[in-house]
């Protein structure tokens, strides 16, 4: 064995990993061959050498940061939806962008669906012309669309006083009406309009004629609800077309009681005033009163604590006149307090047959001598 | 004798995981042989700072490739040669700029070296004589004097424990070719520790 060869067995040797039969040749050589045997020597030195070398540790956080570059390297890997959805810079505008598209798309499919309200409009009740030849007076217009036809007047009450006041008929307590209509006895035209009977009007008859009943309307005339329920604010009118109606109501009772009696209702100083049928009863009653001035003042204030309601009053020259509109019962009351005054000249007669509310004239003259004989 | 840290069958479990996806499955395997491959870098390259990044990014390369790692090998042997290639491309792209600190024979601190005698010398050599820091920086700093090829199968033999197979494997060498090598490094080293402390 060369020394050339003891090169490579040598690491072997040190590791005891030669077979017996090179072993013992190398040996052989390495008992006559000092370089072999030095050779061996160095190397097995600088294994010991070597082998005492102590490790070096890693740095701190070797291991996070070798990581930290993995997952970066890892995350450059991701899909291309991924990355489209997981960057909060990308994924939050398109959430966003998505809730505002559903909502719009939402709100226009409502309004393409929504159904058309309409305003739930009350029809009005069918127009029903009023029976021919029934009028005496129209509160109702003519036959046309439920429109208000009365003209919007301020205080068309006390325009009908002062120029029809003998026509005017002021609006009875309801009692006074249908108690009214209790009494009245049965004729053709009174018996149709006790069913409608509460705040009568004109065409009531013609209504009932018709037979044209709903039972959402009530006791008042079909005209006059009509117009209540057409005109909007103009309950002024609408209350002045009850009283009308009561007032023709009324006066035709007083035509009813006229012709069954056959007899006028007028007074015996009656001025012509109340004969008409359709005009509540009228009464005169002449005062003689020492003092004129002062009878007509206690007479207004008689008139007034009894609830009275003065109509007119005149001066004339050595005359006095006030017109009331007083309750029946209460003219007796009255005719003794005038008699209190002085003399007074009343016809019983002109009551009879009165009911509700009449017009009293009080005519007040100066009789300065009581003595002197009475007037004829 | 190969020193491995953690069992074969750890390391598999790991790689297997990785291979499906799993990022941190990679962490284990970095915790398991960071320090192995640190020193194996350092040992090769001689600076410590440049030896860590040669790890990092030796291991980067690992998870890169894990999906190439045939699982039938250690882990630990792939991914040794992947630091072996990582820290030979360190030193190419240094083009020969070895940092040796070598000290003259003329430096007060050179200890008097006695004759060398071998390993039945029953004196402390000059070098067994040097404080354990100066020995192992000169002990670095010879290493660095040798070739590559040379100090290859040193680090991993004597240094990593490796087996001749496994260096065999991870140089791509015959096993005869790593036993002269080592034999030759051995010596070239000894003769460079004398030539800069005396053995």
């Known amino acids: 064995m060369i020394c050339r060869e003891i090169e490579d067995q040598l690491p072997l040797y040190l590791e005891d990993l030669l077979a017996p039969k090179e072993k013992g040749l190398l040996e052989e050589h390495l008992s006559v061959c000092p370089f072999c045997r030095q050779r061996l020597a160095d190397s097995k030195k600088t294994e010991e050498i070597l082998k005492d070398l102590e490790e070096v540790e890693a740095p701190p956080f070797f291991e996070e940061r070798i990581m930290a570059r993995v997952r970066e390297e890892a995350g450059e890997k991701k899909s291309f939806l991924q990355k489209l959805f997981f960057p909060i810079r990308i994924k939050v505008p398109i959430q966003a962008l998505t809730t505002v598209l559903i909502a719009v798309l939402a709100v226009y499919l409502y309004q393409q669906n929504e159904p058309e309200i309409k305003p739930n409009l009350i029809p009005p009740p069918p127009y029903q012309e009023p029976a021919k030849g029934s009028g005496p007076t129209d509160f109702s217009p003519a036959p046309q669309p439920p429109k208000v036809v009365l003209p919007a007047r301020p205080a068309p009450e006390k325009d009908l006083i002062k120029k029809e006041p003998e026509a005017f008929a002021p609006a009875p307590p309801a009692a006074d009406i249908r108690e009214g209509t209790r009494k009245e006895k049965a004729t053709g035209p009174l018996e149709e309009e006790k069913p409608a009977i509460e705040k009568p009007g004109g065409p009531i008859r013609a209504m009932k004629d018709k037979e044209d009943v709903s039972p959402r309307l009530s006791a008042f005339t079909r005209g006059s609800e009509r117009v209540e329920k057409q005109e909007a604010g103009s309950g002024f009118e609408t209350s002045s077309l009850e009283r009308k109606g009561e007032r023709v109501l009324a006066q035709k009772k007083a035509l009813a009681r006229e012709e069954k009696a056959g007899r006028s209702s007028s007074p015996v100083l009656s001025k012509g005033e109340g004969t008409r049928n359709d005009r509540p009863g009228t009464v005169e009653v002449i005062v003689l009163a020492r003092q004129m001035e002062q009878a007509v003042r206690e007479i207004e204030e008689r008139l007034i604590r009894m609830g009275a309601r003065v109509i007119e009053q005149k001066h004339l020259a050595g005359k006095a006149f006030l017109k009331t509109e007083i309750a029946v019962p209460q003219i007796g009351v009255l005719l003794d307090t005038l008699e209190g005054m002085g003399k007074v000249i009343f016809n019983q007669k002109t009551l009879e047959g009165q009911e509700g509310q009449v017009i009293l004239t009080i005519q007040i003259l100066t009789y300065p001598n009581p003595d002197q004989p009475e007037p004829k | ?199």
């Open chain 2, 1 to 199: 004798m190969d020193a491995q840290n953690g069992s074969i069958e750890d390391d598999s479990c790991f790689v297997t995981r990785c291979r499906q996806g799993e990022v941190e499955a990679f962490a284990p395997l970095v915790r398991r042989h960071q320090k192995k491959m640190l020193n194996l870098a350092y040992r090769m390259i001689g600076d410590y700072e440049e030896a860590c990044d040669v790890v990092q990014e030796a291991f980067l390369a690992a998870f890169r490739s894990i999906k190439t790692f045939r699982e039938e090998a250690r882990f630990s042997t792939w991914l040794g040669s992947i630091v072996l290639n990582e820290s030979r491309n360190h030193l190419k792209k240094k083009a020969g700029r070895l940092r040796l600190e070598e000290k003259s024979l003329d430096d007060p601190e050179t200890i008097k070296m006695n004759d060398l005698n071998g390993f039945s010398s029953p004196e402390p050599s000059a070098l067994e004589r040097l404080e354990k820091s100066d020995r192992e920086r000169l002990v670095q700093t010879a290493l660095q004097t040798l070739d590559q090829e040379q100090r290859e199968v040193l680090v991993l033999r004597d240094l990593q424990g490796h087996s001749y197979e496994t260096i065999g494997l991870m140089l791509k060498v015959p096993l005869g070719t790593v036993r002269s090598r080592l034999f030759r490094a051995r010596n070239s080293l000894k003769d460079k520790l004398v030539t800069l402390r005396g053995v």
